[in-house]
């Protein structure tokens, strides 16, 4: 502006000159000494510093002149956008933000002041990067909150960028960074590395034995994973096995016994302390070993009787025998070891269960009628395992044998004539191999007595006169035919 003075003076008296008295600090104006034109200084005005200065301009003749005039001048300083956003932190901090936070969650609150006036002082927030599109800031009050869930085991921190913006030409940025980090919970779940074990044990292995070791393991990895079995789990199998609480190795406790239990079956839960827990499953298969002997079952013939005609190749007895182990161990054979004398029998295997002994050679009582034999039922297991069991078999008598008379030659007696009756002659003797009614012997007179002089007793076989004697003038000589005949069927008999 111009500011202007008169004086009514003539010449140099009313010549006025101007200067600023007060209120140019740091000379931030100046003043023509002749015009009273006043002008910028060469230092730059700030709004922000001072929005109005009041100057005390003065008019005067000259210096040692005692006539002087003053006007206040007040010059108002209007904004222009010449100030940047500044936030109250160059960083600013979210520690242990709890990563099982809800969409929505406040985070933590930027502020940043801009000292221009109007819309160049007015500041709008922005994320400029490192949210992850987990984050974002309100546009005019600068809160920072959750958009998307958190996880700590895909993100520890993160570091944003957080621009402010004013709101007029040239619109000024300030920035500052937002540090966040996750607090760990137990969020996730607890996964095994396999989802189930397969394991084959030997049975009668010594207790301590190692049988596997699982493995689970957790994101969260703030807990020592703890092992154990499910109760559910059989208490047969939990008697026979237990679990490393800490190293999750599964160890025999008990006698494993293949004829007890052959496959066991452990549910095994890991657990972190969180909810999520885990489970997998341990099958464990029991090998046999050839630890048992062939055992015969009661059905197993032990006394058998059959016929001496009995035709070669017939069945005659049947023995059962089972082993209780698995695969060969548990195949039998059988064999006759004792008694088979002539290998008269057989014995053949049938479905590695029963053993069928049959006739493999004729068969006579009278040589031989009762056979004890040692019947061998043999595993195929390595060493083999075996049992014996005892068969008798009785050879029954068929009539296959005729009587014999003692003397080959027949028999030549004398007897007085006119002897009384009932007086004895001789006696036939007569002999049979067979037993029973096939040896029970009846004697007969069948020829030669023909007047009936002589009697035979038909079981003693002896022969005595009837009560008309004999007459030597009637006959002086007697041919009788004796035939000896067995009670068989058929019978059998001699003369």
């Known amino acids: 502006m111009e500011v202007q003075a008169t004086d009514a003076d003539q010449g140099e008296n009313g010549r006025v000159l101007y200067r600023i008295l007060t209120g140019n600090s740091n000379n931030l104006f100046s003043i023509d000494r002749q015009s009273g034109l006043l002008t910028r200084g060469l230092r730059a005005l700030d709004r922000e510093t001072s929005s109005s200065h009041v100057l005390e301009v003065e008019a005067y003749n000259s210096d040692e002149g005692s006539m002087r ?4 001048v007040i010059i108002y300083v209007d904004d222009a956008n010449d100030e940047a956003p500044m936030f109250t932190q160059q960083q600013y901090n979210r520690l242990g933000l709890r990563e099982t936070a809800g969409i929505g969650t406040s985070v933590i609150v930027v502020r940043a002041t801009d000292p221009d006036t109007g819309d160049g002082g007015a500041v709008a927030y922005a994320l400029v990067s490192g949210s992850d599109r987990k984050f974002e800031v309100d546009v005019s009050t600068g809160l920072v909150t959750t958009v998307d869930y958190l ?58 034995t190692e049988v596997t070791q699982v493995m689970a393991q957790s994101a969260d990895n703030l807990n020592q994973l703890t092992y154990r079995f499910d109760p559910d789990t059989s208490p047969a199998a939990l008697a026979l096995f237990k679990i490393d609480s800490v190293t999750g190795r599964i160890t025999v406790t008990g006698l494993l016994d293949r004829e007890k239990g052959d496959m066991y079956t452990l549910t095994v839960v890991a657990d972190d302390g969180g909810p999520k827990k885990d489970s997998t499953v341990v099958s ?18 032990t006394s058998v009787d059959i016929r001496e005609n009995t035709a070669m190749g017939k069945k005659v007895a049947v023995v059962l025998g089972r082993d209780r182990d698995a695969g060969l161990n548990g195949l039998v054979n059988f064999t006759l070891v004792a008694g088979n004398m002539e290998d008269v029998f057989k014995i053949k295997t049938v479905n590695n269960t029963y053993g069928e002994v049959f006739v493999n050679a004729p068969l006579d009582r009278e040589s031989v009628d009762r056979y004890l034999l040692k019947v061998r039922a043999i595993d195929g297991g390595s060493p083999p ?71 035979m007793d038909r079981v003693t076989g002896e022969m005595v006169t009837r009560p008309s004697p004999p007459d030597r003038e009637r006959q002086q000589e007697y041919r009788l035919t004796v035939t000896v005949e067995d009670d068989g069927t058929p019978p059998l008999s001699v003369r």
């Open 284 to 301: 464990i298969t029991i090998v046999d070993e050839n630890d048992n002997s062939p055992e015969f079952d009661i059905t197993s013939d």
């Open 69 to 72: 005039s003053f006007v206040r």
């Open 151 to 208: 996880d700590y085991e895909t993100k520890t921190t993160y570091l944003m960028n957080v621009s402010a913006t004013d709101q007029a030409p040239p619109f000024h940025k300030g920035f500052c960074t937002v540090y966040v980090t996750l607090l760990n919970e137990l969020d996730e779940a607890v996964a095994f590395l396999s989802a189930g074990y397969e394991v084959s044990l030997r049975e009668n292995i010594a207790t301590g």
């Open 385 to 455: 395992r075996h049992s014996d069991h005892s068969l008798t078999i009785n050879i029954l008598d068929i009539n296959d044998n005729a009587p014999v008379i003692e003397s080959l030659r027949g028999y030549n007696v004398s007897i007085s004539e006119n002897v009384g009756g009932g007086t004895s002659v001789l006696r036939v003797i007569a002999t049979d191999q067979d037993i029973g009614p096939n040896a029970m012997l009846f004697y007969y007179i069948t020829a030669g007595n023909q007047d009936l002089t002589f009697r």
